[in-house]
């Protein structure tokens, strides 16, 4: 019941917040001088009666707050509007929210599965020639940036014509039967997860490692081994669950990546995501559709924090007895 | 003794950085491959023109190219976001008029090689004063069957075009004196339209697609907001019904664009085949050029459009790959400098501009200073790697109202000099340009940011004026920004620009050229502006342009539109710099290619086909 009552606490705390962050995107895209209309504007072949229209149908002749208050009213209602281009934008972001997702969790599912053993394995071996080797690969993986990394593999695509140049799927995807649909996008994903991976493990490696030599360092544990309980236990029972606190802090600003986080390597790879849309509507000022993505971000991001609290309610009783 | 080994090295990386860039200013690199470009042109073939057949009652489009093997793809690619709509009436941008022109045909076309109207759709048409009687092919069909009717046309131009239904430009600029032309149904295969008053350029406007009346007529009746959203990228594609070469099979956002063949397509080859011999089309949807470069070179891409330095390198590709580059001559764009001519002030009596330079863009002699002072040779030589024309005209160079008469000439700085003497500008001790009333000559010039083409130009222009003793701000600014200065608050001094003019129908340029044009932008007045300000040669100008509408034999127009470029060549408020070349290149696959300036290299998409392979 308690911790029913605290996500209920949190999510009224997330209200103004979420209005805030609106209220601020809203018009800080507004104030930009980026004009919708302007690639219109400097077409010699659209006549001025175009131009009164469209200004008038994305609502540009009104004042800025309403505008603002027109797109809340329909925010609340649960309808996203229309992009610029009059569609739905609940549709386009439908039409991108899986590929995203796709290649996201594939990565995030990658780096954790081999982040965390590594972080361990490491930590154990402190100081170790095999520790030294994976903090060397760690440094460059964390040191490289993804832009740099994706168009070298881009090059490498290219040259060798082992993989495809970017894309999501071929454009005989649709003659292809279902095997042969999965492996055409096994293939591209391939280098843009390549990416991603190497990107994230470095950090997720690091950051496992750090946490475990902490704990091993402290009081209980040396308490723990003087009390003489096997290795195993020490480490699996008593330094691990401690270690992995901070972790699950992580996995909750992972979630709010889900859907933003590979924004870059996506357009490096012209990969059907959602950064690539958003990216777009921002160059053209198409407010409803950017509106959207902030909006959804500031609400994966609440909602991340808020998973990671509850995992950590569950995963650590101190927190439990003491702040809910 | 290690200071001097650090030394050692960084000279060394510099020098290896030096010579990297050496090969991209070095002559004769750029020199050869554009020499081996232009031979090229003289391979293409002459571009057999299709002609009218009947057969079984039904009147056919004959391509008279050499046969081909059927099937096979041609994937092709386009950059940005991908179509906005695959509506023909809706489309405001480039990339949806290109997707949705490919479904339907208009009544006439162009010919690639002469410019003139063709007929498509029309079986013939015949121009009687203001009357266009034009006689549809009896027979010919939609891709769902149905026939292809007056019924059709009259629906299109009547209840979409003319009712103002989409994207209203195209009805807008045939208004003549506030009269639209009319559309009557005659009979089942004939149509007559009859203008107002003559207008030459409604005969281009027959190219305008026609629309399905059994599919669009639903549509029509829900209004024009649903309208709007109607064959919009989310429609199922076996919705849509068309005439062209092509129907869509597969739209994936951001991905690509499929298209299939028009099994009803109403051009056949002579063997009565219908065409077209591709059985799909693609289109694949690119973020960027570094992008669509990197797909070509991994085979995922039959055709691309190079530019710069990728022309030398794919030049030197070309001799062991399997693609053939091709210059189709200069584009259709124009590359320009133009003053704010602006003499007027702002609600709160304020000058746009301020009137000591007010009083240097108004001299002729000053504008025409400046265009002496310019390097064009140089700019072409340097920006576009030796790939493009120096430009001194107003039409672009392909079209086919070019005025020949208006000879290029070099830079030439004593004429410059000379001119700004005679209006009285002097030079200082230290070779400052000052005007007669001792005003230090100085002003802004504006790009948009982000176009390294012009952001390059803007250096060499702001290098040569600073040459003449002129103090050049060069400043690119944000694109929006930029065009909020030309087209609302009218703050600016000096810009570079670039426009794209139709390289058949120059009364397109009337948004630019007459003095109450959206894009009047050397002199742009609101919206609404009545009184009468013009200066002499815009006056001549708006006289010329209307005349140039009203008249409609090709070599009466050919005159008017002689003199109007003769006054941009004479009066400048645009100083012309150079067109880009495009280059191309296709893979040797693909038969029946007949490049041409207007048309482009695959103009006839339904006559391409590939070499079976032996």
Same mark, same amino acid.
């Given at each position: 019941?308690?911790?029913?009552?605290?996500?209920?606490?949190?999510?009224?705390?997330?209200?103004?917040?979420?209005?805030?962050?609106s209220m601020?995107?809203?018009?800080i895209?507004?104030?930009?001088?980026?004009?919708?209309?302007?690639?219109l504007?400097?077409?010699?072949?659209?006549?001025?009666?175009t131009?009164?229209?469209?200004?008038?149908?994305?609502?540009?002749?009104?004042?800025?707050?309403?505008?603002?208050?027109?797109?809340?009213?329909?925010?609340?209602?649960?309808?996203?509007?229309v992009?610029?281009?009059?569609?739905?934008?609940?549709?386009?972001?439908?039409?991108?929210?899986?590929?995203?997702?796709?290649?996201?969790?594939?990565?995030?599912f990658?780096?954790?599965?081999v982040g965390?053993?590594?972080?361990?394995v490491?930590?154990?071996?402190?100081?170790?020639?095999?520790?030294?080797?994976?903090?060397?690969l760690?440094?460059?993986?964390?040191?490289?940036p993804?832009?740099?990394?994706?168009?070298?593999?881009l090059?490498?695509?290219?040259?060798?014509?082992?993989?495809?140049?970017?894309?999501?799927?071929?454009?005989?995807?649709?003659?292809?039967?279902?095997g042969?649909?999965?492996?055409?996008?096994?293939?591209?994903l391939?280098?843009?997860?390549?990416?991603?991976?190497?990107?994230?493990?470095?950090?997720?490696?690091?950051?496992?490692?750090?946490?475990?030599?902490?704990?091993?360092?402290?009081?209980?544990?040396?308490?723990?081994?003087?009390?003489?309980?096997?290795?195993?236990?020490?480490?699996?029972?008593?330094?691990?669950?401690?270690?992995?606190?901070?972790?699950?802090?992580?996995?909750?600003?992972?979630?709010?990546?889900?859907?933003?986080?590979?924004?870059l390597?996506?357009?490096?790879?012209?990969?059907?995501?959602?950064?690539?849309?958003?990216?777009e509507?921002?160059?053209?000022?198409?407010?409803?559709?950017?509106?959207?993505?902030?909006?959804?971000?500031?609400?994966?991001?609440?909602?991340?924090?808020?998973?990671?609290?509850?995992?950590?309610?569950?995963?650590?009783?101190?927190?439990?007895?003491?702040?809910? | 003794?290690?200071?001097?080994?650090?030394?050692v090295?960084?000279?060394?990386?510099?020098?290896?950085?030096?010579?990297?860039y050496?090969?991209?200013?070095?002559?004769?690199?750029?020199?050869?491959?554009?020499?081996?470009?232009?031979?090229?042109?003289?391979?293409?073939?002459e571009?057999?023109?299709?002609?009218?057949?009947?057969?079984?009652?039904?009147?056919?489009?004959?391509?008279?190219?050499?046969?081909?093997?059927?099937?096979?793809?041609?994937?092709?690619?386009?950059?940005?976001e991908?179509?906005?709509?695959?509506?023909?009436?809706?489309?405001?941008?480039?990339?949806?008029?290109?997707?949705?022109?490919?479904?339907?045909?208009?009544?006439?076309?162009?010919?690639?090689?002469?410019g003139?109207?063709i007929?498509?759709l029309?079986?013939?048409?015949?121009?009687?004063?203001?009357?266009?009687?034009?006689?549809?092919?009896?027979?010919?069909?939609?891709?769902d069957?149905?026939p292809?009717?007056?019924?059709?046309?009259?629906?299109?131009?009547?209840?979409?075009?003319?009712?103002?239904?989409?994207?209203t430009?195209?009805?807008?600029s045939?208004?003549?004196?506030?009269?639209?032309?009319?559309?009557?149904?005659?009979?089942?295969?004939?149509?007559?339209?009859?203008?107002?008053?003559?207008?030459?350029?409604f005969?281009?406007?027959?190219?305008?697609?026609?629309a399905?009346?059994?599919?669009?007529?639903?549509?029509?009746?829900?209004g024009?907001?649903?309208?709007?959203?109607?064959?919009?990228?989310?429609?199922?594609?076996?919705?849509?019904?068309?005439?062209?070469?092509?129907?869509?099979?597969?739209?994936?956002?951001?991905?690509?664009?499929?298209?299939?063949?028009?099994?009803?397509?109403?051009?056949?080859?002579?063997?009565?085949?219908?065409l077209?011999y591709l059985?799909?089309?693609?289109?694949?949807?690119?973020?960027?050029?570094?992008?669509?470069?990197?797909?070509?070179?991994?085979?995922?891409?039959?055709?691309?459009?190079?530019?710069?330095?990728?022309?030398?390198?794919?030049?030197?590709?070309?001799?062991?790959?399997?693609?053939?580059?091709?210059?189709?001559?200069?584009?259709?764009?124009?590359?320009?400098?133009?003053?704010n001519?602006?003499?007027?002030?702002?609600?709160?009596?304020?000058?746009?501009?301020?009137?000591?330079?007010?009083?240097?863009?108004?001299?002729?002699?000053?504008? +025409?200073?400046?265009?002496?002072?310019?390097?064009?040779?140089?700019?072409?030589?340097?920006?576009?790697?030796?790939?493009?024309?120096?430009?001194?005209?107003a039409?672009?160079?392909?079209s086919?109202?070019?005025?020949?008469?208006?000879?290029?000439?070099?830079?030439?700085v004593?004429?410059?000099e000379?001119?700004?003497?005679?209006?009285?500008?002097?030079?200082?001790?230290?070779?400052?340009?000052?005007?007669?009333?001792?005003?230090?000559?100085?002003?802004?010039?504006?790009?948009?940011?982000?176009?390294?083409?012009?952001?390059?130009?803007?250096?060499?222009?702001?290098q040569?004026?600073?040459?003449?003793?002129?103090?050049?701000?060069?400043?690119?600014?944000?694109?929006?920004?930029?065009?909020?200065?030309?087209?609302?608050?009218y703050?600016?001094?000096?810009?570079?620009?670039?426009?794209?003019?139709?390289p058949?129908?120059?009364?397109?340029?009337?948004?630019?050229?007459?003095?109450?044009?959206?894009?009047?932008m050397f002199?742009?007045?609101?919206?609404?502006?009545?009184?009468?300000?013009?200066?002499?040669?815009?006056?001549?100008?708006? +006289?010329?342009?209307?005349?140039?509408?009203?008249a409609?034999?090709?070599?009466?127009?050919?005159?008017?539109?002689?003199?109007?470029?003769?006054?941009?060549?004479e009066?400048?408020?645009?100083?012309?710099?150079?067109?880009?070349?495009?280059?191309?290149?296709?893979?040797?696959?693909?038969?029946?290619?007949?490049?041409?300036?207007?048309?482009?290299?695959?103009?006839?998409?339904?006559?391409?086909?590939?070499?079976?392979?032996?």
């Open positions: 019941m308690q911790i029913l009552k605290y996500i209920l606490k949190r999510i009224l705390q997330a209200i103004p917040l979420l209005i805030i962050v601020i995107s809203f018009f895209i507004r104030l930009s001088p980026v004009d919708p209309l302007a690639e504007r400097l077409n010699p072949s659209v006549s001025q009666e131009l009164a229209k469209e200004t008038q149908r994305l609502g540009l002749d009104k004042p800025i707050i309403v505008q603002y208050a027109k797109w809340a009213k329909s925010f609340i209602k649960g309808d996203l509007g992009t610029s281009n009059g569609e739905q934008v609940s549709t386009k972001l439908k039409e991108r929210i899986p590929n995203t997702l796709l290649l996201t969790i594939i990565v995030i990658l780096t954790w599965i965390i053993p590594l972080g361990i490491a930590a154990l071996h402190w100081k170790s020639p095999l520790d030294r080797f994976m903090t060397v760690t440094s460059i993986g964390m040191a490289i993804s832009f740099f990394f994706a168009v070298l593999l090059i490498f695509a290219v040259k060798t014509g082992w993989f495809p140049v970017g894309g999501l799927t071929s454009s005989d995807f649709l003659e292809k039967s279902l042969g649909q999965i492996l055409d996008i096994t293939h591209h391939i280098l843009p997860v390549t990416v991603l991976f190497t990107l994230s493990l470095a950090g997720l490696q690091r950051q496992m490692r750090a946490n475990l030599l902490d704990v091993l360092d402290s009081d209980y544990i040396k308490f723990a081994r003087a009390k003489g309980l096997s290795e195993f236990d020490v480490i699996y029972k008593h330094a691990l669950r401690n270690a992995i606190n901070p972790m699950i802090t992580l996995l909750g600003f992972e979630f709010a990546g889900l859907l933003s986080g590979a924004a390597t996506e357009y490096v790879f012209q990969y059907p995501g959602l950064g690539r849309l958003i990216l509507a921002v160059m053209r000022s198409d407010i409803n559709l950017v509106m959207a993505s902030l909006m959804m971000g500031a609400i994966m991001l609440i909602l991340g924090n808020l998973i990671a609290d509850i995992l950590l309610i569950i995963t650590d009783p101190r927190i439990r007895r003491g702040n809910v | 003794m290690k200071k001097a080994g650090y030394v090295l960084i000279i060394f990386i510099l020098a290896l950085l030096c010579k990297a050496i090969r991209i200013d070095n002559p004769d690199i750029v020199n050869t491959a554009h020499k081996q470009i232009q031979q090229n042109e003289s391979q293409f073939g571009y057999p023109a299709q002609i009218n057949v009947t057969e079984n009652g039904t009147d056919f489009l004959q391509s008279q190219a050499p046969i081909g093997n059927f099937g096979g793809a041609l994937i092709e690619s386009t950059i940005g991908g179509p906005k709509t695959f509506n023909p009436f809706n489309s405001k941008d480039n990339t949806s008029s290109i997707m949705s022109d490919i479904m339907y045909d208009g009544l006439l076309g162009t010919h690639p090689v002469t003139q109207p007929p498509k029309a079986k013939d048409f015949s121009i009687n004063g203001n009357d266009y009687i034009i006689h549809l092919r009896k027979g010919i069909k939609w891709s069957g149905k292809i009717t007056a019924d059709d046309v009259v629906f299109t131009w009547q209840n979409i075009i003319f009712d103002g239904f989409g994207n430009s195209t009805r807008d045939m208004y003549i004196d506030g009269e639209l032309p009319t559309v009557k149904k005659i009979d089942d295969y004939t149509v007559k339209f009859t203008t107002p008053k003559p207008f030459a350029p005969i281009r406007n027959l190219g305008t697609p026609i399905p009346k059994h599919v669009f007529e639903p549509a029509v009746k829900k024009k907001e649903y309208f709007d959203g109607f064959f919009s990228t989310n429609t199922p594609p076996e919705k849509f019904v068309t005439s062209g070469a092509f129907r869509l099979k597969e739209y994936v956002p951001a991905q690509r664009v499929v298209y299939e063949r028009n099994p009803n397509y109403y051009v056949i080859n002579k063997e009565s085949k219908k077209p059985d799909k089309l693609v289109y694949l949807i690119v973020g960027d050029v570094n992008n669509q470069v990197l797909k070509f070179e991994g085979g995922e891409l039959d055709d691309i459009s190079l530019q710069g330095a990728n022309v030398s390198r794919f030049k030197e590709m070309e001799k062991h790959s399997d693609f053939t580059v091709y210059n189709l001559g200069p584009s259709t764009g124009t590359m320009f400098v133009t003053m001519l602006n003499n007027r002030k702002d609600d709160k009596g304020n000058f746009y501009v301020n009137p000591i330079k007010q009083r240097w863009f108004a001299d002729k002699n000053f504008r +025409k200073a400046i265009d002496y002072s310019i390097d064009r040779k140089n700019i072409v030589f340097n920006i576009a790697n030796g790939l493009g024309s120096p430009l001194f005209t039409e672009s160079l392909n086919i109202y070019l005025n020949t008469d208006l000879k290029p000439y070099d830079r030439d004593n004429k410059a000379q001119l700004l003497k005679e209006s009285g500008f002097y030079k200082d001790k230290k070779g400052k340009l000052f005007d007669k009333y001792g005003n230090p000559v100085e002003f802004d010039l504006y790009t948009n940011a982000g176009n390294t083409e012009r952001e390059a130009i803007g250096v060499m222009v702001k040569d004026l600073e040459d003449m003793g002129m103090k050049v701000n060069f400043k690119p600014i944000e694109f929006n920004t930029l065009v909020n200065k030309l087209v609302n608050t703050d600016w001094d000096m810009v570079i620009m670039g426009l794209t003019g139709s058949i129908e120059p009364n397109g340029g009337k948004n630019v050229w007459m003095s109450q044009g959206t894009l009047h002199n742009q007045r609101p919206a609404g502006y009545t009184k009468d300000d013009r200066f002499e040669w815009e006056k001549e100008m708006d +006289k010329l342009y209307d005349a140039g509408a009203l409609t034999d090709f070599e009466t127009r050919k005159k008017y539109y002689d003199k109007y470029q003769e006054i941009a060549y009066e400048k408020p645009f100083i012309y710099i150079y067109s880009p070349l495009i280059i191309e290149a296709l893979r040797n696959k693909f038969k029946n290619v007949y490049p041409t300036m207007l048309g482009g290299l695959i103009h006839n998409i339904e006559e391409i086909y590939i070499e079976s392979k032996k």
